[in-house]
């Protein structure tokens, strides 16, 4: 017994030691670099997290594989002044923890230039108060939630969002629902966190003013629980609903189409931009959705006349893996990558962490894109998109504006003011989908 | 052979001792292997807590993860709302997840085998989705937990991480100091005996409910600790940083330490520390797959982990030394 | 009232899946003492197998037979090359139940990782093979249709075989004898090796039933990241202990008390309470019994 403690205690210290050894071999990072974290004279280092597995990631997980696609026809083309880009991908199945680890290590030790296109308001909020990017100086950009809390400049100061915020959102369906069904019971499914609590502002009486008969409010990955789906039918179903909102993520749309077709309820669908392309992650879903409305800031990708939606295309087939499908999804990823070199070619010829920020404070509202509303960033604005135009799924599940492709793009912001007919004329592409 | 006694004072050294490895360690590393080593540190005590409930006392626990968030949550509710140092935030995340244990054990004591790890496992899903239903728990991002930054008198250069990193390893010492004595103690004793004969224990005395209750009680005020911890190093306590995942990787971590020795817990700890970090450098060097590179962690863990069940069953210390004195 | 009903419906359904996964759980529990976490990973794996069947013939009756072969195979290998070997050296006695618990977790996190590697981000599907329409009833779509009557059919028809097996052949009373006292189960003449390996089998056989049934009633689709298989798993283990662990009709009973009393909750009460429910009513039943609904007394120091 007595030497049992003894060898433990040994063996203890012994593996401490060849812990501190193995530790300490490993390089310190070199105390002043002379370049900035993440870039070096060839290459620049951008990261992202986001769910690429599990219930929420249906969809979202085709991002990083368009953006990829981009950078590497950037790359082929001479990358940034001559520094090719790579993106490294972290996995966080939508879990906040995950992503706070995910992003501690894109930080530490994957020693990224900047953290592009996260997605999650849940995720990135949990990231900002805990990674504290903020107060490091990390840029956390074009980050894909439509949260309105992070367009908070103080509050973000390295932060900036790209999609429309969900108030804006929420706005807007109020505005179209009490035009087109101004009788109807309108139902609402939203996510049961600050991504459903910005839309429920958006909706309420000052903003877009819809009443609704039936809320159902959903936890993150609930959706994917046996029987949780058809209970929100059920509930819809009993309170009569002939409108019905979902303001969800991919999967919770699409598990609420699925249960309401073996329900049969067949209201007037109304589905979200975050979660409404489902047609391309399962086919299954096209017939039900036929005539459903949606919205989108970007073209529809089926435009067979939108110069950036056929260049995207191009680069995706090219670049991106085999099979990888041109949907609304990859638009934006490929659309979001677009904007990022521009960003860094803007920084400078030595980007750092600053000049990054100072480059799209400066010229980030003028960036060329796909977008056919106008990005709003400026000294004292982080938010990406401010509106959307409203369209209808064709028969291929696919949202087109109408059938000549001609589109009523609406702006608002996330306050009280009120939703208008936008003005704005996008950039046209640079030659060869190459910004100089 | 040796006959001279280990006393507390060769123990202390031996404390001593690895506190200043941490000390040297935490001078030279760099901010990313800081963040590490109190991740270390957090595994330290979990894995601790596992395995003086499961290795000395007998009862199975699927659910350490449910006990770290209790520990995490107080902790960080009592920052929130009584504005208490860190240090009482701590104190009170043992003191509270004991009493839940407590309430907990006196259930569990009643149950055995599977009955006790189908609870346990239930509790380890259940628990922390609660946290979506009251707003005191801030959902699904969570609420912070901020330790704070290190005092100004240490300099420019000592790191929030370097600061986590001494805090944790302080506190892990401190909850290992007290577990060793403890398991030596009068009731380290009767749960040995418990666990190796129920019957045996109850003639000579020993209130088996008790004792069990007991020890349910103290491993969860340990885990409470960890929770506590790891809240720090995240910052942030949010129900997803609870996952089944969590309670298996603790469980693995006590079988990779050997479940039956405390001192083997620095192996399991770091093991999970390391592993992952491992496993996507081979990944990347091997192919740029990512695929790969999410799917091989897990590989090698669990492939390790079977391993270790078939040839060092009570854990990689119990081996060599029954090597050893062969 | 009608709510209720489809409410009813609803947890019937899932309830019957659940049942399905604690049986496996029980009867791996029942031949070898061991609690069986690779289940929730046998039943992926062989759900991935019928959907690769169904994408080949077409048929949904060639896939679901072939997947239950799959998963008796599965399940047959890892007792045969994994769980004996891992008792035989433990000894007979076998009191640790620790040990096997965490071996079945890291076999678990194998077969996902394989899964995983073969499939990456691509997914299986397995569409209803019957219509997933609800029945109208007084001009009302109720939460019935052919294809849950199929799922309770399934499911009733292999309860009803498993019974009829365990009556007729005493293959029940010989793997009960085969855990509890194997050296004089030798003795009495019972292939104990053979035995605790059909045992297995069948588990396996009936895992892979609940994976492609919960598949179908799902979202038609699997990932080797399913979070919908994970709850599998802890439903199904959660209802073999309240069913007793012991007890095929116990895991019944356990699976449908669970998927009724979660489709009530999930209806009135809210979503983010379903998991927490599941304990409180496995704690619940276990203050009130200790040994499960239907559970041998003293079996539990067994």
Redesign the interface.
Known sequence: M????????L???A???A??LS??V?P??ALSPRSEVGVTSTAIKLGITLP??GSASYGYNQLPGAMKAYFDYVNANGGVNGRKISLV?K?DAY????A??NT?DLI??DKVLAVIGALG???N??VA????LGRRGIPSLFINTGFSGFNDRKAYPTSSTILPSYIMEAKMIGKYVNETYPTKKTCLLYQ???FGDDALVGFDKTHGNLDFAVKVAY??LSQGVAGVPDSWITKFKAGGCEVQVVFGVASATLYTILAAAKAQYAPKWILGSVGADIGSINPATVPYIIGATSMSFMPSVVDPKDEYVAKFKEINTTYNSAGAKFNSWALIGMNTAFVAVQALKAAGKNPTRKSLLAAIDANGSKFANAGLVPLNYSKTSNVGFNGYWFGTFNKTGDLVPNDTFTYTPYTTDSGTGPVVKTTYTRPAMPAKGLPN | ??N???TNR??FI?FA??AL?VY??SN??????S???AT?AVYVVAIASVILL?GYSGQ?S?GHGALLAVGAYSAALTQIYLHAPVWICFVIAVLTTALFGAILGT?AA??????L???T???A???P??A??FSIFG????I?FDAGWPPLSFGENFTQ?KWFFWIGSLAALIAMWWVQNILRSRYGRSWRAVKSNEVAAELAGINIGRSKVLAFTISSGIAGLAGALLAMT???V?P?????ALS?SI??GA?LSG?N???????GS?ALVAIP?IASSIADRWSGS???A???P??I???L??LT??LA?KGP?EK??SR?SK | MFQFINTLLIGVTAGSIYSLMAIAIVLV?RSTRV?NFAAGGLALASSFVGAAILEKSGSFWIALPVAMLAGAVFSAFIEYF?LR??LN??GEKNQE???P???T??????I???L??IY??RIGVIPPPLSDKGFIVSGESIALSPLRILILGIVLLLMIVLTIVFQRTNLGLSLRAASFAPEISRLAGIRVDLIRTAGWAISGAAGATAGILQTTNGSGSIAPESFEF?LLL?FG??A??IGG?ESLVGAVLGGLTLGIILAIILMYV?G?????????I??LV??VR???IIGVKGG??A
Do not use: C
């Open positions: 007595i030497r049992t403690t003894r060898r433990k205690f063996v203890a210290s593996v401490m030691a812990t501190a530790l300490s490993m310190a990072q690429m597995t991908v996995n879990l906040p923890k995950q706070i680890q501690q530490g030790k308001t849940a995720n909020k949990a108060s805990a990674v504290n049961d966190d600050d936890p993150s | 052979m040796h001279r006694q280990i060769h123990r031996g001792l690895i490895v040297i360690l030279i590393v760099d901010e990313w292997r963040y590490q080593g270390v499961t199975i699927l259930a009643r149950l055995s085998g599977p009955y790890a189908g609870t496992l239930a509790l899903v259940g628990l989705s609660i979506n239903q959902g699904e991002q969570g912070s991480y995240m910052n942030n949010s997803s940083a609870f996952p089944l298996f469980a693995t079988i479940v020795t405390l001192g083997g817990v620095m192996i770091v970090e990512e695929n790969l999410t799917l091989l897990e590989f863990v669990s492939a982990l079977i069940v078939f069953p210390i060599l030394r050893h | 529990w609690v994994f070997p891992l050296r433990s139940i620790f040990l618990i965490i071996a977790l890291g076999l678990l996190g194998i996902k990782a394989v995983n590697f990456g981000d994970s802890v283990f959660v073999a202990v662990i809210g983010s309470l379903v998991f927490f429910a599941a304990f409180l496995l704690i276990l203050l200790p040994q499960g539990r120091r």
